[in-house]
């Protein structure tokens, strides 16, 4: 039997099981989209055959920090901006487990963008969620990257003079394999495309619209929403990378006009895992290097081996 | 002693290491120190090769033996450029003579710099040789490369007459270069390395004395870096995890672990920085893999944040910083021990980390596992400090000290058993974070193992790990892990397991106290002052936190004054023990150095001399602080 017994393990699984067994009074405001995304993943994941005991979710800081602290796994609530190194690392350390990410707009796309950019270029086979409710919540309502320009705050009193980050394009330049938006009102799509996305073999980015009702009470709920797979004026070829690219652009665009579209945006299924990529030149061994620590019959290699280089 | 002198992309570090190993081949003990800019091609790079019958263990007092390649890239762009920035075609002769020893020898390419070039310069080479008994042999190394193989080769030409001047057997370097070379190039190399040699004895009159010294070692000997060491150590204690990004002079440690560790079903990460670097380790570490991160003063900066994950996350990691001549980007290539208080220190909130500062290669080797051993079995980041200086200096070691088990250990980490049976909080989770852990660090668990669900969080928690900001709850956390330090002092303080290396007679009068790469440099000072008569003793520091308070108490209790020697302008390994000490102000004399060169055993002698008389003068590029009150 393996060390990690629950990795892989085949039974029922509850949604229950996702919810703490006393559950904690979170912290989130009233009407925070927030809670779409953790029921939305309590939903996806029996969905998907995984158990919390091999479920890591890595959560950075802000309120969306906070999900790893309501959705029953292991969970590593790490610092602001670098959840996804962290969680390219423990799945690296052991590809078994299902790794989850997740964090805000600023968590996100500000000061984690040089690490988004990255792990996606990667295609690390994980799933990373972002919270987008294009403001700074937990401190009170700052400019976020994804705040419109000319927004408002205490921060930039006289209007951002900035344009907002494009999530979506950003994040297909930079190379994720599965991109994806979808809103806390929408709570059926957000579970399918959640199933989605931790299916996918490889980096499955999701914007998730959040609404904030506190802060950016300005702000749509983002109602009515439209998916784009549904729609008669959208009609592309999520496999197409140029075609993506331009629904992405009209999206990301028509945000900020009160147009809210959802859906998914690109899927590529041919492009293999960065964990296949280091298997497949030897830089990563075929069994998950965590069990080997743990396993009572592993032999441990020596520098020795190495000193006739040094004679 | 020997240096090579040359431009970057001459081959200096290669062909120093062979000579190195060449001798030591020979029988005898070896030492090297580099030197080099921070460029890919020219600028003025030397390397020193020390060698003895009886141990080195320093680059000793200047040198006797240059070998001044000449420097291939040098040009000076402009007419007139020279007299502003120096002759840079010069350089690999001039800038050496200063640290020359009398009567040493000189051995220059006049297919680089011709007699023209010499005598057009301010050098007074003739002059200089004739007051300070040097025995000068221009040699057209590159005529005779050319001639026989290609220009580069005439790093070949040089060893071939240093052996012919110094009368040492080729057999060695032969078969140095045979293991190293092929065909056509071994060919003509072997070709230009006799053929030097041969020119040398039949053209020359061999004026001086200097000839290499016969040795005999008991023993299968290896030549090895600081760098080398510290990859051997974290691999014999089962580190398969490295990430990093590229920075010197910590990327040596960063290369050996990427080339080795995939071979060992491990896994290497180059990463986007130094934030990713660490976070990454931590990432692999809490997901039950033994891993390591690492970087130099500007790169470790960035890790601060991740490395204050680690201690309140109590995930074990490993981190090497490899301190070169700060501020900001500094001197990059130049060693210095100026980040102690920032590697101590950084990161926000109490420093809960393990600190240790090994001196030569053995030690390197011995805390890295140390380090290893700690961070798994306390669960904290434990932090190995390296410099330019030990990074790359190569000494030869008993192949013997490396024969030992490895260790693979994972530390205080729970079976899914232990698990089942280990208490639970209401919620489910495991609980990872208990109150009353003794020696501080309660056993974990590890994501994908039944039943062992926790939240690890940067912010302060409860057992299971929730987030909490009960002031009960939080001093019993805050008590809980602040006590791993005082049970790793208590553990080191067992006589076998002390990193801190005494020297000299336990009743001397006079102490010098050192930390990290410089001790046995002191180390020689202290032989050199004991041949003069006086009462000298030195203790050298690795343990730097926990801090070994009893054990340096003691020395200091029992001399009359003490100079403590490090490469810094502020003194902080000396402020270091004051406030762990709170007292011994008066006795504690600084020798300090910060001009990016390693002290030299002379210099420590001569600080030395000015504890015990005012009015001796401190060495130049040295400077002297005295003790409070003095």
């Known amino acids: 039997m393996s060390v990690f017994s629950a990795i892989g393990e085949d039974r029922e699984i509850d949604r229950d099981e996702f919810t703490p067994g006393i559950e904690p009074q979170a912290t989130w405001c009233p009407g925070c989209g927030d809670f779409g995304v953790l029921k939305a993943l309590k939903q996806a994941m029996p969905e998907v055959g995984r158990t919390p005991d091999e479920t890591l979710l890595v959560t950075g800081i802000g309120c969306s920090g906070k999900l790893s602290s309501y959705f029953e796994s292991y969970g590593f609530h790490s610092i602001h901006g670098r959840s996804l190194p962290v969680a390219r690392a423990a799945k690296l350390a052991n590809p078994g487990l299902e790794v989850i990410a997740a964090g805000g707009d600023g968590d996100g796309y500000g000061i984690g963008g040089n690490h988004f950019m990255h792990t996606a270029r990667e295609n690390h086979d994980m799933t990373y969620i972002v919270f987008n409710n294009e403001i700074f919540g937990l401190t009170k309502g700052q400019t976020s990257p994804t705040s419109p320009k000319g927004h408002k705050s205490k921060t930039q009193p006289h209007g951002s003079a900035k344009d907002p980050v494009r999530p979506m394009s950003l994040s297909l330049a930079s190379g994720s394999s599965y991109i994806a938006r979808t809103a806390a009102v929408n709570p059926n799509q957000a579970k399918d495309i959640l199933i989605e996305a931790i299916e996918h073999d490889g980096f499955a980015h999701v914007d998730f619209l959040t609404q904030c009702p506190t802060w950016n009470k300005d702000a749509k709920q983002y109602v009515p929403y439209t998916d784009v797979q549904d729609s008669d004026d959208f009609d592309f070829d999520v496999t197409d990378r140029r075609e993506a690219a331009d629904a992405m652009y009209e999206a990301e665009s028509r945000l900020y006009e009160g147009e809210v579209l959802t859906g998914r945006f690109y899927v590529d299924s041919e492009r293999p895992s960065y964990g296949a990529e280091k298997r497949a030149t030897e830089e990563m061994p075929e069994e998950p290097l965590a069990e080997r620590y743990l396993s009572d019959d592993s032999e441990w290699e020596r520098s020795a081996d190495l000193l006739h280089h040094h004679r | ?630």
């Open chain 2, 1 to 630: 002693m020997w240096r090579i002198a040359g431009g970057s992309g001459d081959g200096i570090d290669s062909t120093s290491q062979n000579f190195a190993k060449a001798l030591m081949r020979a029988g005898l003990d070896v030492f090297t120190h580099r030197h080099y800019p921070s460029r890919i091609r020219g600028g003025h790079t030397y390397v020193e090769v020390r060698a003895d019958a009886d141990p080195v263990r320093s680059r000793g007092d200047g040198f006797n033996f240059l070998l001044a390649l000449g420097d291939s890239f040098a040009r000076n762009p402009q007419e007139g450029a020279d007299t502003v920035y120096g002759n840079e075609e010069i350089k690999p002769l001039s800038e050496n003579l200063d640290d020359l020893n009398e009567g040493g020898v000189i051995v220059y390419d006049e297919g680089l710099l011709d007699e023209e070039t010499i005598e057009r310069s301010d050098l007074d080479l003739q002059a200089r040789a004739e007051a300070n008994d040097w025995h000068v042999y221009p040699l057209d190394l590159r005529g005779l490369a050319r001639e026989h193989g290609r220009e580069v080769m005439r790093n070949t030409a040089g060893v071939g007459a240093t052996a012919a001047l110094l009368d040492m057997d080729l057999d060695h370097i032969e078969d140095l270069m045979e293991d190293a070379m092929t065909g056509d190039v071994l060919e003509a190399n072997l070709e230009i390395l006799e053929r030097a040699y041969d020119s040398v004895r039949e053209d020359y009159d061999i004026t001086h004395d200097l000839r290499v010294p016969t040795g005999d070692h008991d023993e299968q000997q290896v030549l090895m870096s600081g760098s080398n060491a510290v990859a051997y150590g974290a691999i014999d204690e089962g580190c398969r995890f490295i990430s990093g990004y590229p920075m010197t002079p910590w990327t040596d440690v960063f290369t050996i672990l990427s080339q080795h560790l995939p071979k060992f079903g491990g896994i290497a990460e180059q990463v986007e920085d130094e934030i990713a670097a660490a976070s990454l380790a931590v990432g692999a570490s809490h997901a039950g893999v033994k891993a390591m991160s690492g970087s130099s003063g500007g790169g470790f900066a960035l890790m601060s944040e991740p490395l204050g994950l680690a201690e309140m996350t109590e995930t074990p990691v490993v981190l090497i910083e490899a301190m070169r001549a700060g501020p900001s980007t500094g001197m990059p290539t130049k060693p210095e021990q100026a980040d102690l208080e920032h590697i101590l220190y950084t990161s926000q909130g109490d420093s809960c980390r393990v600190v240790f500062a090994p001196a030569n290669v053995r030690e390197c080797y011995q805390q890295t596992r140390a380090a290893f051993r700690l961070a798994y079995e306390y669960q904290l980041p434990a932090i190995v400090i390296i410099d330019q200086k030990l990074s790359g200096e190569m000494r030869n070691v008993d192949e013997s000290f490396f024969d030992r088990e490895p260790n693979a250990d994972p530390g205080s980490v729970l079976t899914e058993d232990e698990i089942r049976e280990a208490a639970h909080h209401e919620s489910g989770k495991f609980k990872r974070y208990q109150h009353d852990a003794e020696n501080g660090a309660s056993p974990r668990s590890i994501p994908g193992q039944k039943d062992g669900r926790f939240l690890a969080s940067g912010n302060e928690h409860t057992p299971e790990g929730h987030i909490s900001e009960s002031p009960t709850n939080r001093v019993a956390q805050m008590d809980r892990r602040m006590r791993k330090l005082t049970s790793i002092r208590e553990e080191l303080d067992e006589a076998d397991r002390s990193h801190q290396t005494h020297y000299g007679p336990e009743d001397a009068e006079y102490g010098l106290l050192v930390w990290g790469s410089q001790q046995d440099t002191v180390f020689e000072a202290v032989d050199q002052l004991a041949d003069a008569g006086e009462s000298v003793k030195a203790l050298g520091v690795s343990d730097l936190m926990p801090y070994p308070v009893q054990e340096v108490a003691d020395f200091l209790e029992s001399v009359d004054s003490c100079l403590v020697v490090e490469m810094n302008a502020s003194a902080q390994f000396r402020g270091l023990t004051q406030k762990e000490l709170g007292r011994f102000g008066p006795k504690l004399n600084s020798l300090l150095k910060y001009n990016g060169e390693p002290f030299e055993p002379y210099e420590v002698v001569e600080g030395f001399e000015r504890i015990v008389s005012r009015d001796a003068a401190i060495p130049e590029g040295t400077k002297f602080v005295p003790a409070a009150g003095d």
